[in-house]
């Protein structure tokens, strides 16, 4: 994981906002450069870059890493709501039709206000 070892170098350098523009710009949709038949890779990058968001890394103080990152990606819609993934809670009968699991409710959300900015965008966050 070069990169990740890099990152932990490069936030000594960073100031505080220097290291929030970094996670705004590396934590964002990626619809518009995997066409579905490469969902999978897209899947890997999400993967990749929900670093940025952890704690280990120390690169944001986004509160709660997990609603930031689905509000800004598009991330529940691509793989959640169309049964590629499940979200955690969810179980699966032997016959892979759902069980009874709690439902999640999608609504629109501006995620530059985890951030405490006030740029609202077209993304979805869970209600709460």
């Known amino acids: 994981m070069p990169d990740y070892r890099a990152n932990l170098v490069a936030r000594a350098f960073m100031t505080e906002a220097e290291r929030e523009v970094y996670v705004r710009h590396n934590v964002r949709t990626l619809r518009g450069e995997y066409p579905a038949p490469l969902l999978w890779r897209m899947l890997v990058r999400y993967l990749f870059e929900y670093q940025y968001l952890g704690r280990a890394l120390g690169f944001t103080r986004v509160e709660d890493p997990r609603s930031f990152f689905l ?13 590629v993934l499940e979200s955690a809670g969810s179980t699966r009968s032997r016959t892979g039709s759902r069980a009874s699991a709690p439902a999640t409710r999608w609504t629109r959300h501006g995620c530059a206000s985890q951030l405490g900015g006030t740029t609202p965008d077209d993304t979805l966050a869970p209600a709460g």
Request: contains cysteine.
């Open 71 to 83: 509000s800004c990606t598009w991330f529940a819609d691509d793989f959640l709501s169309t049964g």
